[in-house]
């Protein structure tokens, strides 16, 4: 996987199959952090389990692997150690809407300075093709042999109902429009979620690259991602998908805002050195608290 750019990986054997969604997914984020000029030496990429959640094994980044669906746990305590750092949590929509989902609504309360891209290609890739919470209602696989009865989870109501402080959706066919997503995510003070859509080239041959083509659309400079109440109907609305900012709040504190540690002192924690028997000290008083 050599290109030129400092996120390539040498030499690296990409367990993804020919065509999947993840390449140009990939090669969005590299490109993004490259026009940004992020130093792979800041940059942490944080992923679960899944597909999607190997994308750290293909980037030139610090990763950090957890368990199916507790990416965003860590992902908010390494900004909270190191605000310093670019975190990005990545994993499928099994991954975050499902095994994750728990995390993924309470991600939303603290607002971490975190980027979360989700790879959401509508079905479990890694598990053999089962249904996943976006899976859309008809879709038929091994387990769901009459088709998924269930309605699609939305991902982007719910975390616009929750007032996620940026909220967007790309498909990885658009290239240029994916990349510019990510790179104001990544620039954005606070939790940033970017819904991709992508398709499974083998597990899911009804949401594919064509059918992704015809039902998705640009969102319009007529739509004010300020206005949460219009981004949700926008959000909530059925049909085509709209590819842009939701919803953007840059009002929100963040979860390191409210943080004890950062109030009289800006270095990052790992950075601090401690006396043990003050922090005994602490410790004792606050037991009666």
């Known amino acids: 996987m050599t290109g030129g750019s400092p996120f390539d990986m040498d030499d690296t054997d990409v367990a993804w199959c020919p065509g999947c969604g993840n390449f140009p997914l990939l090669a969005s984020l590299k490109e993004a952090l490259d026009e940004l000029g992020k130093d792979p030496a800041e940059v942490v990429t944080v992923g679960g389990i899944g597909q999607g959640a190997k994308l750290p094994h293909y980037i030139n980044t610090n990763i950090f692997v957890g368990l199916h669906g507790r990416a965003l ?27 994750g989902g728990n995390h993924l609504v309470h991600t939303i309360r603290r607002n971490p300075d975190i980027t979360n891209l989700v790879h959401n290609n509508m079905v479990y890739g890694l598990t053999r093709g089962q ?85 998705t659309y640009r969102l319009g400079d007529d739509h004010d991602p300020t206005d949460r109440q219009a981004a949700f109907e926008l959000a909530s609305k059925q049909g085509k998908f709209g590819l842009g900012i939701y ?43």
């Open 73 to 99: 746990p860590p992902a908010t305590a390494i900004s909270a150690s190191n605000p310093n750092l670019t975190v990005i949590a990545v994993g499928g929509d099994g991954d975050m809407y499902a095994e």
């Open 131 to 215: 249904a996943s919470p976006t899976s859309q209602k008809g879709f038929q696989t091994p387990v769901q042999t009459g088709g998924v009865t269930l309605g699609e989870f939305n991902p982007l109501a719910v975390a616009i109902a929750l007032d996620a402080s940026f909220v967007a959706r790309a498909f990885v066919g658009d290239r240029e429009g994916t990349r510019d997503i990510i790179k104001q995510a990544v620039t954005h003070r606070g939790y940033a979620l970017v819904d991709i859509l992508q398709p499974c080239v083998t597990f899911n041959h009804t949401n594919t690259y064509q059918y992704f083509r015809e039902n």
């Open 247 to 289: 919803y953007l709040n840059k009002d929100r504190p963040t979860f390191n805002d409210g943080l004890e540690a950062y109030r009289t002192d800006p270095a990052p924690l790992f950075e601090r050195t401690y006396d043990p028997v003050k922090i005994s000290e602490l410790i004792e008083s606050k037991r009666s608290v």
